[in-house]
DNA sequence: TTGTAGGCGTTATCAA
DNA sequence: TTGATAACGCCTACAA
């Protein structure tokens, strides 16, 4: 593998000749074609490191998200990382297995690396690496969850409505006891789809046994455990509403192993899911997120950032709208 | 964010000092707390671009895999950048998109960015840059897959025996007929899956009716197109293997909007599909392969080359052994 | 133990 | 248009 100097040597050009024609492209034809045929037989690459230490850039998004194996969060960073790289930018995926500590060194590792934005779900915590990005004008955008104090940038839906939604049609149908399992009562999602739950009780005058409510941490496991504690716990419960799809394929085990029935014993709708809603018998009841416009619009307030609009960040999050498919796991009982 | 430099101008002490103590940590006890202090008080980050510009090394391991939506692949590497990341490196994940030509470009990334080395779900794509790592001694471990003509450290499970265990399993309850869908002919995996089937057609002297046997590209709705292709075309067949998870749960989708019921109508078993088949009713025939473990040895032997072990490279791959889980969706016809 | 100085591969400034 | 030269921040002999 070559260098700059390799080349210059080659051609008996200058280094800085041949650097500007790297850049720039501007140079004598004939240099030109002398340049061109040493970079190839000479194998020449940049070296990255160098050109990062000397221009305090690196063409280098890092993303950062609580978890590699969910779906939810593959389907966005697949999207964003193909918007990005179509852009001339590559990639630097970290997960950070649901840990703020681990999040913070993830952003520390990213900060070393220098890369020029960032794009984040993030944990909750406003870690002071996040206030250093800011500082060094390295655009930052957040996905799914907002950070309370920091104006970045922010894509998500409407988890309130989302959720008053799917509460809202169980109570039409005439459920009086209905469950819940949501994330960790810190994530700003969990607390605010079990807002929407709450909310559309009130709305619609029925009071709430706050038995009902599980706080869960988003895994099948504790999905699977909260759910059988649930059913067992309260037997008066006719319907479910599970916040995360970990947590659905969870409380889907729980239900069968019960031995409930969807949705006579039971009715029972969930958030994400995305493929597999469809096959499962009865089809499940989802709140869809529109995960690939989520990828999209992340990805293009980043790069409108990096190309260098400073206007403000809007003081509300960009939000995008999720879909409520009824299918058949929710039985009418009025 | 501060550098070397100012520490040493904070602390009066001469700057290679201070790189020493962030070394070695050998340096007068009070010099060693004047220099904590200022690392505090003004921030130090180190700046990675130089460090691996200095050293030529980055601590930093690329990985790379065809699909960052896929389950399998992210549950593999999520194990790996657990491992690697407790052993102090740090990881850049990418993925290709099962395109060749964005893999090459994935790996000149890599090599620009001076990662230390590699782990590869690879397309079976020999490219040049792999014969690069190899000469610059930085290690690369493949996974899933091997590749002939070069040798890495493999990590895989048998296909052939795999495939073998599950038509035999259908041969042996009566079935003749028999389909397949397996991944893209260029595709090692695929390959060896198909091997399988028709090895164990001979084995068993069964005759092969080669328009059961179906290529794909993997992805759901492929298996989709394809799975309702042969339940159309091949009204005979009683029974099918499906070599990918994405693919089954497209054909699962098509054997239900064919209104076909498992295993009365047709018999079902399918690669991986990790959390899912448990939950489908019926309860869904599977290969599993032990994913945790293949990440586990990957970051072993790939830690290990980085350690200095210059023992060559076995030549056969590194096998673990996967589990073929019956279940429920297999008929008995004789 | 501490300090001086050179160089890693690039880019960028300023003369020629 | 081209070329000499000085950084960028860090590491590492070698010298003090």
Redesign the interface.
């Given at each position: 593998?070559a260098t700059i100097k390799d080349i210059s040597k080659y051609t008996g050009l200058a280094l800085s000749t041949v650097s500007k024609y790297l850049n720039n492209g501007v140079v004598r034809e004939k240099n030109k074609r002398k340049i061109e045929e040493a970079l190839s037989v000479l194998d020449y690459?940049?070296?990255?490191?160098?050109r990062?230490?000397k221009t305090n850039k690196?063409m280098t998004i890092g993303i950062l998200i609580p978890?590699?194996?969910s779906?939810f969060d593959?389907?966005i960073?697949?999207m964003i990382?193909?918007e990005l790289t179509r852009a001339g930018y590559?990639?630097?995926?970290?997960?950070y297995?649901k840990d703020p500590s681990l999040e913070s060194a993830k952003l520390?590792?990213l900060?070393?690396?220098?890369v020029d934005g960032l794009v984040v779900i993030p944990s909750g915590v406003v870690h002071e690496e996040l206030r250093?990005f800011q500082k060094?004008n390295r655009p930052v955008v957040l996905i799914d969850r907002p950070l309370s104090g920091m104006d970045f940038d922010t894509v998500m839906i409407d988890n309130v409505a989302s959720s008053m939604e799917v509460v809202g049609a169980f109570l039409e149908e005439g459920h009086r006891s209905i469950g819940i399992i949501t994330g960790p009562e810190d994530v700003y999602t969990a607390r605010m789809r079990l807002k929407g739950y709450l909310e559309a009780h009130k709305r619609a005058g029925v009071s709430i046994d706050y038995g009902l409510v599980r706080y869960c941490d988003w895994s099948?496991e504790s999905g699977y455990s909260i759910a059988k504690e649930l059913l067992m716990e309260k037997r008066g419960m006719t319907a479910l509403i599970v916040c995360g799809d970990?947590m659905g394929?969870g409380a889907?085990?729980a239900i069968?192993d019960e031995s409930f029935r969807i949705p006579d014993d039971i009715s029972l709708a969930c958030f994400d899911l995305l493929?597999?809603a469809?096959?499962?018998?009865p089809r499940l009841a989802t709140v869809e997120q529109p995960v690939l416009e989520i990828g999209r619009l992340g990805a293009k307030l980043l790069l409108e950032r990096l190309a260098g609009d400073t206007s403000p960040v809007p003081s509300a999050p960009h939000i995008l709208k999720a879909v409520f498919n009824r299918r058949d796991s929710i039985l009418r009982l009025n």
């Open positions: 593998m690459r940049p070296n990255e490191a160098a990062s230490l690196s978890n590699l194996r779906a593959a389907a960073i697949s990382e193909e590559s990639v630097i995926i970290c997960g297995r520390r590792f900060l070393n690396k220098r250093t060094e099948l970990d394929l889907l085990k069968q493929q597999i469809e096959i499962l018998r």
